[in-house]
Every structure is written in structure tokens, then in C-alpha cells.
């Protein structure tokens, strides 16, 4: 099967059912130790220029690309809004 082809398990997000319920067995047990989950898997600061980052290492790229050159994570996330150049 190609990289980006979908599989009869795959879920509507395009995952697969088992990374769906891992992700939500990881959410429930760092809730109930208190931590926030949604906290802890938000997107990093983003920095001016940025388009993508990589939700695993957090390393941001101002162009679009498919995996990260850093720690090789194979799904980069777009951020939500553009950054501002920021003068300090």
C-alpha cells in the first residue's frame, strides 16, 4: 500500500483505529495523573515565517513538506494562523 493511500482500518481522520484508541488510552491515563492533555499536545509558539511544525519534536518550517528533517516524524501540521513578524 502507497504512504498516503487509506486502509480498510483506517479512521475518517485518515489514522489508523489503533492510533485512534491509543491516543485516547494516552488522554484518559495523563488526565487522571492530572496532567492536560490538550495542553501538552498543543502546537508549539509558533515563529515568524512558519506554515508547519512537527507535532512530535516541534520543529517549524517555513515551507510546506511531507516529514521532518529533524527527527523524521511522517506528518507535519499546518498551524492555524499565519505568524506576524514580531520586532523586539
Not at 48 to 59: I, L, M, S
Amino acid at each position: 500500500m502507497a504512504k498516503h493511500e487509506k486502509s480498510k482500518f483506517s479512521s475518517p481522520r485518515g489514522t489508523s483505529w489503533y492510533g485512534d484508541q491509543l491516543q485516547l488510552a494516552l488522554t484518559r491515563m495523563l488526565e487522571k495523573k492530572g496532567v492536560n492533555a490538550k495542553l501538552l499536545l498543543a502546537a508549539p509558539e509558533q515563529e515568524a515565517g512558519c506554515v508547519v511544525y512537527c507535532p512530535r519534536c516541534h520543529a517549524q518550517y517555513t515551507k510546506a513538506r511531507e516529514d521532518c528533517a529533524d527527527c523524521g516524524y511522517g506528518e507535519l501540521l499546518a498551524f492555524e494562523e499565519p505568524a506576524t513578524a514580531e520586532t523586539h
